[in-house]
């Protein structure tokens, strides 16, 4: 069965440090990458997502991530967070069926920036 | 943006109880709503896609006469849980794709909403 495994489940970072979050997948064929984000108290988002291309994804906020085939990566990383990224952060994956509503997620990470 | 809305945001039912939970999409047609659940400290899990003027689809290990989708308009999804057990206590999640945007569209969640069964 497919899934996704987020290996930080609580980070706490100083503002102005360096975010990287981890992220793999099981599945061995084509795949749709997301990742998502959950400010206190509002409803997940979409940062951003890989469909295919340029495996560097850029998204907003200053966020990217790379999609690492061989590693069945999809790491999210910004070179600088700031407190307002305090937040949820949620890897999902889908499969090359493109139904972007069909999606697996992980476990989500806490990201805790001090001012 | 295009906006989700849940509701309730958060109820308490008595066991054997049914609930419902409502989900709109307030400026967009959504065709598909899909319904997620989430534990604590777990990731969201699919439980059944919503699609209107029919049936839902239901993930597999959801019982469909447990957790009942109706999905009326292009712009209300119902999810039904009956008789509801204290095991149903969780959060409940929907999202919606905006109508014309093909599978691959982006979705839109709503702000959730949470399930305390006594």
């Known amino acids: 069965a497919q899934s996704v495994s987020q290996h930080n489940h609580h980070v706490i970072l100083s503002e102005a440090a360096s975010l990287e979050l981890g992220c793999n997948y099981s599945y061995g064929g084509t795949v749709n990458l997301f990742w998502y984000v959950q400010y206190p108290g509002q409803h997940l988002q979409l940062l951003l997502k890989?469909?295919?291309?340029?495996?560097l994804v850029k998204g907003i906020k200053g966020f990217e991530a790379e999609f690492i085939k061989s590693k069945f990566s999809f790491n999210l990383r910004k070179p600088s967070v700031q407190w307002s990224d305090t937040a949820e952060y949620f890897c999902?994956?889908?499969?090359?069926?493109?139904?972007?509503?069909?999606?697996?997620f992980g476990q989500g990470t806490t990201l805790q920036v001090k001012p | 943006g295009a906006v989700v809305s849940q509701h309730p945001s958060w109820v308490i039912c008595k066991s054997g109880t049914s609930v419902k939970i409502e989900c709109r999409s307030l400026?967009?047609?959504?065709?598909?709503m899909f319904w997620y659940r989430q534990f604590p400290k777990q990731s969201l899990m699919l439980m059944a896609t919503?699609?209107?003027?029919?049936?839902?689809?239901?993930e597999q290990g959801v019982e469909k006469d447990k957790f009942l989708i109706n999905h009326a308009s292009l712009t209300l999804s119902t999810l039904t849980v009956t008789s509801a057990h204290p095991e149903d206590s969780s959060f409940y999640i929907c999202?919606?794709?905006?109508?014309?945007?093909?599978?691959?569209?982006?979705?839109?969640f709503g702000e959730g909403s949470r399930l305390t069964v006594l």
């Open positions: 999902a994956v889908n499969h090359g069926s493109g139904n972007t509503g069909k999606l697996i």
């Open positions: 400026d967009f047609q959504a065709t598909t």
């Open positions: 890989y469909f295919s291309g340029d495996p």
């Open positions: 919503s699609n209107e003027g029919s049936k839902a689809t239901y």
């Open positions: 999202s919606a794709r905006r109508t014309g945007t093909g599978s691959a569209g982006e979705l839109f």
